[in-house]
């Protein structure tokens, strides 16, 4: 069975820097498109960014392009979200997300398969 745990959430200034992190266990990481997203008090979980599996394609939220870096690291079985320039509306509960298929939609939450528990980013203004 697959599990995520996410780490390095935290507070952080308006227009600071964070780097969060999802380690992944019991499967085969290296097969995954990952993704992460997040979920403010009261929205609905929203994308954030998504990586293949190679780390060849990336993609972003058009509310993250350019602040937020999403990387992997195969040998580790991990995946990074590296947040520059941060907003109060940054302001979520982060999730990581693994999936397994070829199905291109990696912006939408029922494409994945395996979930972490999330990790609380909050930007203070």
């Known amino acids: 069975q697959v599990q995520l745990v996410e780490s390095g959430g935290g507070l952080v200034q308006a227009g600071g820097s964070l780097r969060v992190s999802c380690a992944a266990s019991?499967?085969?990481?290296?097969?995954?498109?990952m993704g992460w997203f997040r979920q403010a008090p009261g929205k609905e979980r929203e994308f954030v960014a998504a990586?293949?599996?190679?780390?060849?394609?990336?993609f972003y939220a058009n509310s993250v392009k350019g602040r937020f870096t999403i990387s992997r690291d195969n040998a580790k079985n991990t995946v990074y979200l590296q947040m520059h320039s941060l907003k109060p509306e940054d302001t979520a509960v982060y999730y990581c997300?693994?999936?397994?298929?070829?199905?291109?939609?990696?912006?939408?939450?029922?494409?994945?398969?395996?979930w972490g528990q999330g990790t609380q980013v909050t930007v203070s203004s």
């Open positions: 997300a693994g999936k397994v298929d070829a199905n291109p939609r990696v912006f939408l939450t029922i494409v994945y398969q395996f």
């Open positions: 019991g499967g085969t990481f290296g097969n995954y498109t």
């Open positions: 990586i293949s599996w190679s780390a060849d394609n990336t």
